[in-house]
C-alpha cells in the first residue's frame, strides 16, 4: 500500500495526460489497484513495487489503445471476387513450394494464412505465446517470399506481384 500511495498521483496525472479522460484514467487506475491487490504476495516481495505499478500503468494503458482501434463493419466491404489474372496464376505455384518449406513454417503458413486461423488461437493450441507466434509466421512468410522469389521467379513492382514463371512450363509457354 505504501508504494501505492507515493505512486498513485504521479501514475493518475500520467494517465489522465494520456488518455484525456478523467473516465477512463480512474478505470485504469482501479484495474491496476485491483492488480496489485490479486497479485499481493508478489507485489510485496519487490523491492521497487513503484516501477511494477508504473510498468503495469503503461501496458495496460498500451491494451485500452489496442482495443479501441476502429473496426469497420465487413458488410459495407465489397469482396473483390476477381483476382488479377498473375494472382490466379501465383497460386498454381504455391503448393508446389508449400513442400520445400520445414514442417514448422509450412504448418503454421497454412493454418494461420492459408485456413484463415486466428494467431491468437494457433498460439492457444500449440502452447505458444502470442509473440513468439508472430515471430513464427513472419520468418515462415519470409521464407515463404523468398522461395516464390526464387523459384517462381517472382518479380513484384510497386503495386504488388506482377509477374512470375511457372514452375515446370517452358518460357515459350508462358
Same mark, same amino acid.
Not at 477512463?24 to 504476495?41: A, C, P, S, W
Given at each position: *500500500?505504501?508504494?501505492?500511495?507515493?505512486?498513485?498521483?504521479?501514475?493518475?496525472?500520467?494517465?489522465?495526460?494520456?488518455?484525456?479522460? @478523467?473516465?477512463?484514467?480512474?478505470?485504469? *487506475?482501479?484495474?491496476?489497484?485491483?492488480?496489485?491487490?490479486?497479485?499481493?504476495? +508478489?507485489?510485496?516481495?519487490? @523491492? $521497487?513495487?513503484?516501477?511494477?505499478?508504473?510498468?503495469?500503468?503503461?501496458? /495496460?494503458?498500451? $491494451?485500452?489503445?489496442?482495443?479501441?482501434?476502429?473496426?469497420? #463493419?465487413?458488410?459495407?466491404?465489397?469482396?473483390?471476387?476477381?483476382?488479377?489474372?498473375? *494472382?490466379?496464376?501465383?497460386?498454381?505455384?504455391?503448393?508446389?513450394?508449400?513442400?520445400?518449406?520445414? $514442417?514448422?513454417? +509450412?504448418?503454421?503458413?497454412?493454418?494461420? #494464412?492459408?485456413?484463415? *486461423?486466428? @494467431?491468437?488461437?494457433?498460439?492457444?493450441? /500449440?502452447?505458444?505465446?502470442?509473440?513468439?507466434?508472430?515471430?513464427?509466421?513472419?520468418?515462415? +512468410?519470409?521464407?515463404?517470399?523468398?522461395?516464390?522469389?526464387?523459384?517462381?521467379?517472382?518479380? @513484384? $513492382?510497386?503495386?504488388?506481384?506482377?509477374?512470375?514463371?511457372?514452375?515446370?512450363?517452358?518460357? #515459350? #509457354?508462358?
Amino acid at each position: *500500500m505504501k508504494a501505492w500511495g507515493e505512486a498513485e498521483p504521479q501514475l493518475y496525472r500520467w494517465l489522465l495526460k494520456q488518455t484525456q479522460s @478523467q473516465h477512463e484514467t480512474e478505470d485504469i *487506475m482501479q484495474d491496476v489497484f485491483l492488480k496489485g491487490m490479486r497479485n499481493r504476495e +508478489r507485489f510485496c516481495d519487490l @523491492q $521497487d513495487g513503484k516501477s511494477w505499478l508504473f510498468k503495469v500503468t503503461k501496458n /495496460h494503458f498500451i $491494451d485500452n489503445v489496442r482495443r479501441k482501434v476502429d473496426v469497420i #463493419d465487413t458488410e459495407e466491404l465489397e469482396a473483390n471476387t476477381k483476382l488479377p489474372p498473375v *494472382m490466379t496464376q501465383l497460386q498454381t505455384c504455391l503448393p508446389r513450394i508449400l513442400p520445400l518449406l520445414t $514442417d514448422e513454417e +509450412r504448418h503454421i503458413i497454412e493454418h494461420c #494464412d492459408l485456413n484463415g *486461423m486466428a @494467431q491468437h488461437e494457433y498460439a492457444k493450441r /500449440h502452447q505458444l505465446s502470442l509473440a513468439a507466434t508472430k515471430a513464427r509466421l513472419r520468418r515462415a +512468410r519470409l521464407v515463404l517470399k523468398s522461395k516464390l522469389i526464387s523459384e517462381c521467379k517472382v518479380i @513484384q $513492382d510497386h503495386t504488388g506481384v506482377c509477374c512470375f514463371k511457372r514452375l515446370g512450363v517452358s518460357p #515459350d #509457354d508462358g
